[in-house]
């Protein structure tokens, strides 16, 4: 049996080293597109066995109301004392998350903002939610994508992860093209089979880049 970590630091890079990436399983489709995202829920299934085997505890110790509680009113009542609805309610919370080693007893406290909004009840837990996500991510580094496969073997590959940085920095379609000329090279030169992983991360990579452009182009022209 391996040796438990004997501090939080030892634990949590305990915890980093075996888990490095939580797949997106939601989306949202709206007029724009939509787009994929990591839940809450997907975030403590990927983590919790690791912070349980190298104990590693977290909880809230205090939340602060950052914008005029008043306002989280989202019901009015008409002359009939019916209720009519006043707008989504929008809340701003502040939340201080302890992450406690259970062995050493050493913890560490980390602060994150959530947000939200809703027509009925639900922002105050909407906004605890996504803190509680956000707290999670930053802690451990988590990254969150489509593919854990080609994700991980670009940020494992020096060259690819280069092209992608790049690819990241250009300011026109014109400049993405000349980097995506160099890659096509490159695996023209490359004597050995093409590694598949690797070429769908950089296309993706080269597409996403892309659509960035190509949205920031309409916004400018509108």
Known sequence: MATPPINLLKAKHAVMRDVT???????????????????????????RP?????????????VTMLNDPNRYMCRDEDES???????????????????????????????????????????????????????????FLLETGEDPDYIVALRDDPEANEFQQRMSRVRSKEE????????RKRFEEEKEPQDSKR???????????????QQAKLSQRY
């Open 81 to 139: 004392k019916n209720y009519i609805a006043r707008g989504p309610s929008r809340v701003l919370i502040q939340v201080r998350y302890r992450f406690t080693h259970a062995e050493s007893g050493e913890y560490e406290d980390v602060e994150v903002l959530g947000e939200s909004g809703d027509s009925f009840d639900k922002a105050a837990g909407k906004a605890q939610t996504y803190a509680e996500k956000v707290a999670l991510r930053q802690y």
């Open 50 to 62: 690791a912070m349980v085997k190298h104990g590693i505890t977290f909880a809230p110790v205090s």
């Open 176 to 183: 993405l093209d000349k980097v995506a000329d160099e890659i």
């Open 21 to 47: 990436y939580v797949q997106k399983s939601c989306r949202i489709d709206d007029r724009a597109g939509g787009y994929s995202f990591a839940s809450e829920s997907d975030v403590i299934r990927a983590l």
């Open 199 to 213: 070429r769908k991360g950089l296309l993706d990579a080269y597409n996403t880049r892309a659509s960035e452009l």
